[in-house]
């Protein structure tokens, strides 16, 4: 049985609107493949990260007193997720290694962050490795990596398939620009180094986040880690 981590984005699972129908599609088709395939899920903090960052911010708080805000925020979207899934933890796990261990087939592990200094993209392949999982599918609010920004540039292609590599040339080079990477950079790091290929899906999509969990093709971007 493959073992997939889903990274779930915050503002994907938070859309802003009729959350709760969102939250009860993903939580049914999750549960709908969980025979199939081996699943943790890691929850991104979206808009309650937000609040509490920029409030944060406004008050004075450093990096640090925000990351640990955000992880609280990630935390608290896992546990809703969990209530969709019939099944919340009363406490979250912490780690990567916690998910691990509680990771069996059959059952859906849901966290969100684990400590300041990334994002909870780095988490869900710091979740893989410890798994040993197949792939990371990375749900986010846009439907494929891009040749250029599609806001800005009118030539922007979509790009189906791409490597590990190119990825990391991608994300280096914006990262200094641009507070919302397309993914994060360590967690790049590990995809590269532990070869775990990422399917980058817009999550807002149900019926395609589930092909790419299953491993079928998907549209949206795969990235081969094994080349
Ligand atoms: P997210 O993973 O949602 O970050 O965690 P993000 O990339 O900023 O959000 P999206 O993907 O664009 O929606 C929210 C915040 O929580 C802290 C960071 O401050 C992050 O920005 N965080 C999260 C950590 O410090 N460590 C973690 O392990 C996870």
Do not use: W
């Amino acid at each position: 049985m493959d073992k997939v981590v889903v990274s779930v984005g915050g503002s994907v699972l938070i859309p802003g609107n009729n959350d709760s129908e969102y939250i009860s599609r993903l939580a049914g088709m999750l549960s709908s493949v969980k025979d199939e395939v081996q699943l943790a899920v890691v929850c991104g903090g979206g808009r309650t990260a937000r609040y509490y960052a920029t409030t944060g911010r406004e008050l004075g708080g450093d990096t640090y007193q925000l990351d640990i805000m955000g992880i609280a925020a990630t935390r608290i979207n896992a546990q809703l997720l969990g209530v969709a899934l019939g099944d919340m933890p009363e406490r979250v796990p912490e780690t990567a290694a916690e998910t691990a261990r509680a990771s069996e087939p059959g059952r859906i592990v849901v966290m969100g962050g684990t400590e300041p200094g990334h994002t909870t993209d780095a988490v869900a392949m710091m979740v893989a490795r410890e798994m040993g999982a197949d792939r990371v599918v990375n749900a986010t609010a846009v439907d494929a990596v891009y040749t250029a920004d599609p806001r800005k540039d009118p030539n922007a292609e979509k790009i189906p398939r791409m490597t590990i590599e190119r990825l990391g040339e991608l994300v280096y080079k914006e990262h200094d620009a641009s507070a919302s990477s397309v993914f994060d950079p360590l967690g790049v790091q590990i995809a590269r180094e532990s070869r775990i290929d990422i399917s980058m899906v817009d999550g807002r999509n149900v019926e395609e986040l589930r092909k790419a969990i299953l491993g079928q093709p998907f549209d949206g971007t795969f990235v081969d880690s094994h080349n």
